[in-house]
């Protein structure tokens, strides 16, 4: 039997992965470049095509391009209906724009899930038949894999987990509501925490950082807390927080004891993640509670394109 | 063919119905009666049992019995879990109980459930593929109908929409959270609502009804909403708005755009209705904003029993 690959693209926010998968989810070859938000979409099939064909050339048993796109997409008619950071691309058929320029089967579908596929495939949703996926970085990405399936809902609308409320008082988010987990739990919501902070260590904190609020980032925050700043384990410690009250409710809402936890900001783990699992036990029924389990993703920037590949294979 | 029937129980927080129904969710005969949650299990089997029975008697083409209980229920074995309504039932085995007192096929799931398959059957959701369906009453009931059926989540736990957060800093809830939907859009949200309301009508209001926020009930807040009393009016707008989050929050979590609204409380849908989807479009996405509906129960207090029922004739 000869071997067939499919080659997996994450389209990010700031950065897009392209790379050759094979079967097992084993990556072949892969690449990582820097892209805008300023693209326009034929532009952006432009650029990936490039890399797709050279990819094509150099592995002649590729059959499919599975992309994983940053926004709302229907799946069979492979439209993007609207992404947070790409605001020009409304209704995009990128089915068929990637479809033309790849000369390949495309297949479609938001990041966040293919994420989740990839950590159903080949991590840390192996051995979960129900899980919650969250990927923390720019923004909040969410998929929900339901009896070893990605659930959509309707037209593909289904883990906009970013944007349910949990402060109603709370304050304006980008997508025209308030108060949503987005605003705490992202590198926005980071910026966002330290804002809003009135811990004594926070002047002391924004003198060394040059005082510029809009500069901090995850990494950033990351670092000082390794350096044990006192302020930054502070902000880990809200974040953590306001994670677990975000993830108490989609354990309430979905009923699904699981979760894995992906993106870029997951590197802070070590700072996080016991005040998360602390809420969460509060803000859950004791026999809920005990049951819930929190897992860290294992593909890590690898899993986008090992599940948007790998589903091609299927 | 010989016609075949069920016994349909809704068993609530404050009542239990029972009823004969066919394999149409037509209702043959219903009786309902008062029950207090001070019960033990056997006690109810007991009442409910003699119930059974007689209907037996009349109905010989009873082939089983779907039953719905108030809290969290692991439908394979039988088993409720957790009950808000009955403190004292934990790891209870209803299925077992049951079929040994009605000595019938028994099948046990969560009363919401049972509702959102009787909307299902035979009411609002019959051409619907993916619906919500909240039950406003003494609590919050939920349940998700995702490709046509039941979504139950690990071990029964989904649907617990009434403790979702929306509030984070908000008052504690009985669950031990605080700032739960529960504590806004209930009985008890609804007493909470007032106390917690400056409106300036709100002495005058108090005055008329003896002054004690704890005698406050639903029905009370519609009759005086139907006189044109300001006060209550301007509370069921409350309720609407905190509505509207919530449901805004489970759209944007399950991706589903049809939400169908059952329980007591949905009695006083002229006067919360505007104001909860004025809201959810405030706070969706604009794309999915125009594809959400609300609909209103159409089994009204029937639903549960047809649900319960038709189950057993699948």
């Known amino acids: 039997m000869s071997e067939k690959h499919a080659i997996g693209i994450d389209l990010g926010a700031t950065n897009f992965r392209i790379g050759v998968v094979d079967d097992e989810g084993t990556i072949l070859k892969k690449h990582m470049e820097k892209v805008g938000n300023d693209r326009s979409p034929d532009d952006i099939a432009l650029l990936l095509g490039l ?6 050339r150099e592995f002649p048993s590729i059959i499919g391009v599975g992309v994983g796109v940053p926004g709302i997409v229907e799946v069979d008619e492979g439209i993007l209906y609207q992404s947070p950071h790409y605001p020009e691309w409304n209704n995009i058929n990128f089915g ?7 000369k390949m089967p495309v297949l479609l579908d938001n990041d966040a899930n293919m994420v989740a596929l990839g950590e159903t495939f080949s991590g840390a949703g192996q051995n979960l038949s ?3 996926l969250l990927t923390l970085g720019t923004g909040i990405g969410g998929g929900v894999i ?4 990605l659930m959509h809902g309707d ?4 883990g906009e987990f970013g944007h349910i409320t949990i402060d109603v008082e709370g304050h304006d988010c980008n997508c025209g509501s308030r108060g949503c987990l987005e605003m705490f739990c992202s590198s926005v919501g980071l910026s966002h ?15 060394i950082v040059s005082g510029d609020i809009k500069c901090i980032n995850p990494a950033m925050l990351f670092d000082f807390a390794k350096d044990k700043n006192e302020f930054a384990i502070h902000i880990w410690k809200e974040f953590g927080t306001y994670l677990g009250v975000g993830i108490a409710s989609l354990v309430n809402a979905f009923g699904i004891f699981n979760i894995v936890i992906g993106g870029g900001i997951s590197r802070a783990w070590d700072y996080f993640i016991d005040h998360a699992n602390a809420e969460i036990t509060k803000k859950t029924y004791r026999e809920t509670a005990k049951m819930i389990s929190i897992h860290r993703s294992e593909l890590v920037n690898d899993a986008g394109i090992i599940g948007a590949g ?3 294979l299927l």
Do not use: C
């Open 96 to 102: 068929e724009i990637f479809t033309r320029k790849f």
């Open 146 to 149: 339901y009896n070893r399936k």
């Open 193 to 207: 925490l330290v804002k809003i902070s009135n811990h004594e260590k926070k002047g002391d904190f924004l003198n």
């Open 155 to 158: 037209h593909g609308f289904a």
């Open 51 to 56: 890399y797709v064909d050279e990819l094509i």
């Open 130 to 132: 129900n899980f919650i």
């Open 310 to 312: 790998r589903s091609v």
